[in-house]
Nanobody, 113 residues
């Protein structure tokens, strides 16, 4: 299994970012995919899951601000993040499954003015 997260960066509060996760080494189209994040000094936090049928689920604090999606032709899962807050700053990871984990190296999101 190989996962490569990208799209992170520095954004001002209220801004947006779109994260991508390119996956290989498993049957992507039939796998649920999840995003999780880890802020400095904190544990891993589940963010969102998209199931193989397109059903989505979000942590309460992300509902209405984050949107997960997938492109099975590109074996890629996305996380559109809007209305970003300083507390959203973290390293974001994707992983197959519903729990979320540090599947790849992650991508850093910094929210600061």
């Amino acid at each position: 299994v190989q996962l490569v997260e990208s799209g992170g960066g520095l954004v001002q509060p209220g801004g947006s970012l779109r994260l991508s996760c390119a996956a290989s080494g498993f049957t992507f189209s039939s796998s649920a995919m999840s995003w999780a994040r880890q802020a400095p000094g904190k544990g891993l936090e589940w963010v969102s899951t998209i199931y193989s049928d397109g059903t989505t689920d979000y942590a309460d604090s992300m509902k209405g601000r984050f949107t997960i999606s997938r492109n099975n032709r590109k074996n890629t899962v996305y996380l559109q993040m809007n209305s970003l807050k300083p507390k959203d700053a973290a390293v974001y990871y994707c992983e197959p499954g519903i729990m979320g984990g540090k599947g790849g190296r992650g991508t850093q999101v910094t929210v600061s003015s």
